[in-house]
């Protein structure tokens, strides 16, 4: 078993993550090739400064045009990615899509109570939408009416929108567009390319798929939870499990023992070992300073995240506002190789100034001039991706962070 420092763990995660240096090109192939890099991208709702896939990108290329991850969604010609359930609501490559075929097939078929119960008392509303939008073209909620007198809670959606996410989730209708981030759906034999591959795989193949993709993209993994989670395949820990020690067996996996922080031995690709060893001899360093989203492929798993990294993070921004620690929407700090700390931005779009409402550095993290310089270099990215004119520091810890850093970005 091969011994390495913690050290080599990180970088080696970092390294298969694309986030150890800046990918020099940012154009629509390079794009490409993270989200294949990766495995998926998730999407989430929350917009108090870009929303997480297009930071996902951002900490990765740098200042890239969003335009072009949009063509690669949504433009016929450039149609390469499409949005499904991947470890969440996911940007995806075309060229899986037949590893989802068995998602979609548990969601007709089997499906959450919650949702069978729903799908079970309106099949005249299910068959009515895909009827609509077989007859009008794509749609989105927007362009069927609520029949009902009262709303309930914010997830009580209309039966309507309800149905396109069911017909969605079943693979009858994909996303051909958003308008404002409402997802547009149409037919997906008018949207699937031609080329994309149907052939459904069989359970084994499914999995071993996924198990490698999930391995590959994270570098080093402890437990088959996380590569299972990695692409959500759910209460398939132990089959996952049992699969690990069959590619050790096979030998498209070495086990790997980190010689302090972790108890419990790790797996990786097998072809990645030359790769590794160049880290453990100091071939490759880490140099990527950048903001992390939330939803970060890096920081998903939080258990991974304190064993290796040693950091403490969770998402607050559907915890009560007085029990925040950090704050609303938190980025994690990444700076070569290493997570120092979090910030809590908001855009001020009508303003045009980036609001750090707080930025916090880790307990033991010296503020020298090059950590200032490398902060700077982010920060003005950051700023440069939302068209920020103006940079406005609310809190800080240390306190003097603020003031030193608005200056430094002000005058850089």
């Known amino acids: 078993m091969l011994r390495i420092p913690i050290s080599a763990a990180r970088t080696l995660a970092l390294v298969k993550q694309g986030l150890a240096q800046r990918r020099p090109a940012h154009d629509k192939e390079a794009i490409l090739q993270t989200v294949r890099r990766l495995g998926y991208i998730q999407v989430d709702t929350i917009n108090v400064v870009a929303r997480s896939h297009y930071l996902t990108l951002l900490s990765r290329h740098g200042l890239y045009q969003r335009e072009d991850l949009d063509d690669l969604l949504y433009n016929a010609d450039d149609r390469r990615l499409f949005e ?7 940007i995806l490559p075309l060229e899986d899509y037949r590893y989802y075929l068995a998602r979609m097939a548990w969601h007709r078929d089997i499906g959450s109570s919650w949702d069978r119960k729903w799908r079970q008392e309106n099949q005249p509303v299910v068959a009515d939408v895909l009827a609509e939008v077989r007859r009008r073209g794509a749609l989105g909620s927007r362009d069927f009416a609520d029949p009902r007198d009262e709303r309930g809670t914010w997830w009580d959606w209309k039966p309507a929108k309800r149905a396109l996410d069911h017909l969605w989730s079943v693979g009858d209708l ?3 567009r958003r308008v404002n981030f409402q997802k547009i759906y149409d037919l ?3 949207v699937l390319p031609e080329w994309v591959d149907r052939t459904p795989p069989s359970a084994e193949e499914n999995r071993r798929y996924f198990v490698l993709r999930a391995i590959g993209a994270m ?10 989670l990695y692409f959500t395949l759910r209460r398939q820990n132990r089959a996952v499990g049992a699969l690990i020690q069959v590619l050790l067996d096979e ?9 302090e922080g972790l108890t419990e031995p790790g797996v990786v690709l097998s072809e990645d070992l030359p790769l590794l060893e160049r880290i453990v001899a100091g071939d490759i360093v880490p140099e990527r300073t950048t903001f992390l989203s939330p939803f970060d492929n890096l920081i998903w798993d939080r258990q991974l995240l304190e064993q290796l990294w040693e950091f403490e993070y969770s998402l607050e921004a559907y915890t009560p506002a007085a029990k925040r620690r950090w704050g609303y929407f938190c980025l994690p700090i990444l700076r070569r190789g290493a997570l120092i700390g979090r910030v809590d931005p908001k855009m ?8 750090f409402r707080a930025f916090y550095l880790e307990d033991g993290v010296s503020l020298d001039d090059a950590l200032l310089g490398d902060l700077a270099e982010a920060t003005r990215e950051l700023m440069a991706f939302h068209h920020a004119r103006a940079l406005s520091i609310e809190r800080s810890q240390p306190a003097e962070l603020a003031m030193v850093l608005a200056a430094r970005v002000e005058t850089s």
């Open 174 to 176: 994909m996303v051909r």
């Open 219 to 228: 570098g080093v993994v402890f437990r088959p939870g996380t590569a299972a």
């Open 251 to 259: 030998g498209a996996l070495s086990a790997v023992e980190v010689e």
């Open 84 to 90: 499904y359930w991947g470890h969440a609501a996911s």
């Open 188 to 190: 997906t034999e008018r």
């Open 348 to 355: 001020d779009r009508q303003s045009g100034t980036m609001i």
